[in-house]
Nanobody, 121 residues
């Protein structure tokens, strides 16, 4: 079992900042990447940023220059530094891990419970 727990969400004024954390626990044989997704009301879940096992990162165009993903290499933890927040950033943010619990299983997506980020005007 792999568990992902997000924290750091909340209510913030436009232009403000938040730092999200995702702490992973449990046994994981290996993983390809970890990342952050978000889902706003009436919209599909979208990728915000991800970091691969080799350290490479991908960031959505909508948040480039404002959000930064990072990883604690000593543990299964990632962060999302969010600056210059806009009302359109309002969403539930989910931590994602693509990995497998044993070498006999295919890679799959694990998800956290989500943390609400609300940006007011």
């Amino acid at each position: 079992q792999v568990q992902l727990v997000e924290s750091g969400g909340g209510l913030v004024q436009a232009g403000g900042s938040l730092r999200l954390s995702c702490a992973g626990s449990g046994s994981i044989f290996g993983f390809n990447r970890m990342g952050w997704y978000r889902q706003a009301p009436g919209k599909q879940r979208e990728l915000v940023a991800q970091i691969s096992s080799d350290g490479s990162t991908t960031t959505a165009d909508s948040v480039k220059g404002r959000f930064t993903i990072s990883r604690d290499n000593a543990k299964l933890t990632i962060y999302l530094e969010m600056n210059g927040l806009k009302p359109e950033d309002t969403a539930v943010y989910y931590c994602n891990l693509r990995g497998r619990s044993s070498s006999a299983l295919p890679y799959r997506d694990y998800w956290g419970q989500g943390t609400q980020v609300t940006v007011s005007s």
